[in-house]
């Protein structure tokens, strides 16, 4: 392939900026532009957004166009008006992750990255989490060393399933009383105003000996999923781990609530939950995940580049706050005490939301 000079319109899909044109110009040279990168943006905008290619002006004299390029190959094109920038489109073109490896012309700045699962719970998803999840306790050193802790809250829920099919065994264990060696998980959740099983003065010795899995609500199900899935053996939930109604038992861990979440492995945040009966796995929970589905970009190249290789597979999808999150939004982020949870984005990072 002949080497070619960075693209003023689309920056060649390098990290940085590309020019910024009036609104009109942007939109013609780059529909013209012979640039791979700008052809592949064009097809991109064809498909996830025709009408904005279909605008025949700009909305307001003056404004212009700018194309920008961050991190995994996100492109986002700006509109600038008196130096104030609104981003208008924000599209990821990727190479998708795979075990087998790629053949084919392949675009030296689009980096590879995973795919949305289609649903919450698909295997795609659980795949990805225990891949993350072994490469943060392998690869992170500073994750590893909270690893194997010598803390545990003083009680924990015990999970134990001896089969994919078997019957699911929960009880409540008091940690001082015994000798645990695997992490726990935590979860924070809304508990919402609907009444769910708890632990009170009334049922805590019942709950020491078992606790039907059929009596969880369904967040609180999906959280024993997660642990069966990524082989952890014990969960902490607050309704379930405090004696409810007991001033004495509400003071003892109020004042380790941070180091509770703190020292788990990870934290379950059912953010898009607004009540303990909401799942958040399966095709019942609320997801958006449909607005972040990816498609196929087919590219046509000239001859004389092509020669005798195809192109590599290449996706793109929308992005947004839901992709790539600063913060995650939803019911659970309008609950204060929820900010004791640090929330960590590195499966994000690694290309895929999950």
């Known amino acids: 392939m002949k080497e070619l000079s960075?693209?003023?319109?689309?920056?060649?899909?390098?990290?940085?900026?590309?020019?910024t044109l009036q609104f009109d110009e942007w939109i013609s040279e780059i529909c013209s532009s012979?640039?791979?990168?700008?052809?592949?943006?064009?097809?991109?905008?064809?498909?996830?957004?025709?009408?904005?290619?279909?605008?025949?002006?700009?909305?307001?004299?003056?404004?212009?166009?700018?194309?920008?390029?961050?991190?995994?190959?996100?492109?986002?094109?700006?509109?600038?008006?008196?130096?104030?920038?609104?981003?208008?489109?924000?599209?990821?073109?990727?190479?998708?992750?795979?075990?087998?490896?790629?053949?084919?012309?392949?675009?030296?700045?689009?980096?590879?990255?995973?795919?949305?699962?289609?649903n919450p719970g698909h295997p795609a998803m659980w795949e990805l989490l225990q891949r993350?999840?072994?490469?943060?306790?392998?690869?992170?050193?500073?994750?590893?060393?909270?690893?194997?802790?010598?803390?545990?809250?003083?009680?924990?829920?015990?999970?134990?399933?001896?089969?994919?099919?078997?019957?699911?065994?929960?009880?409540?264990?008091?940690?001082?009383?015994?000798?645990?060696?695997g992490p726990y998980i935590a979860l924070s959740h809304c508990w919402g105003l609907e009444s769910f099983i708890r632990t009170t003065q009334t049922n805590l010795e019942s709950h020491y000996r078992a606790i039907n899995h059929s009596d969880l609500p369904r967040t609180f199900k999906d959280t024993v999923t997660v642990a069966i899935k990524l082989k952890i053996s014990y969960i902490w939930i607050d309704s379930l781990c405090i004696v409810q109604g007991s001033k004495e038992d509400w003071a003892r861990h109020s004042q380790?609530?941070?180091?509770?979440?703190?020292?788990?492995?990870?934290?379950?945040?059912?953010?898009?939950?607004?009540a303990s009966s909401i799942p958040f796995l399966g095709n019942e929970a609320p997801s958006t995940r449909a607005d972040y589905q990816s498609t196929v970009i087919e590219m046509e190249l000239d001859d004389n580049m092509a020669g005798s290789m195809n192109p590599s597979r290449i996706m793109a999808r929308n992005c947004g706050l839901d992709l790539f999150p600063f913060w995650i939004s939803g019911p659970l982020e309008k609950r204060a005490w929820a900010w004791y949870v640090t929330l960590d984005y590195e499966v994000y990072r690694n290309g895929a939301m999950v």
């Open 34 to 118: 012979k640039c791979l990168y700008c052809r592949l943006l064009v097809k991109g905008l064809q498909i996830l957004c025709p009408a904005f290619l279909q605008q025949q002006t700009g909305i307001h004299p003056g404004q212009e166009l700018m194309a920008s390029i961050g991190e995994k190959t996100r492109v986002m094109i700006t509109r600038v008006r008196n130096d104030r920038r609104r981003r208008e489109i924000d599209i990821q073109f990727y190479y998708p992750i795979s075990e087998t490896p790629h053949t084919g012309l392949r675009l030296q700045n689009i980096a590879e990255a995973g795919n949305i699962s289609p």
């Open 6 to 19: 960075k693209c003023h319109l689309c920056n060649s899909f390098e990290i940085g900026y590309g020019d």
């Open 132 to 181: 993350s999840l072994l490469q943060c306790l392998d690869e992170h050193p500073q994750c590893r060393s909270h690893q194997g802790p010598s803390w545990y809250p003083k009680r924990l829920l015990q999970i134990d399933q001896q089969s994919e099919e078997g019957e699911i065994s929960i009880k409540l264990i008091d940690t001082q009383d015994q000798y645990l060696t």
């Open 256 to 274: 380790h609530m941070g180091i509770i979440y703190e020292k788990a492995l990870f934290v379950v945040a059912a953010v898009a939950s607004a």
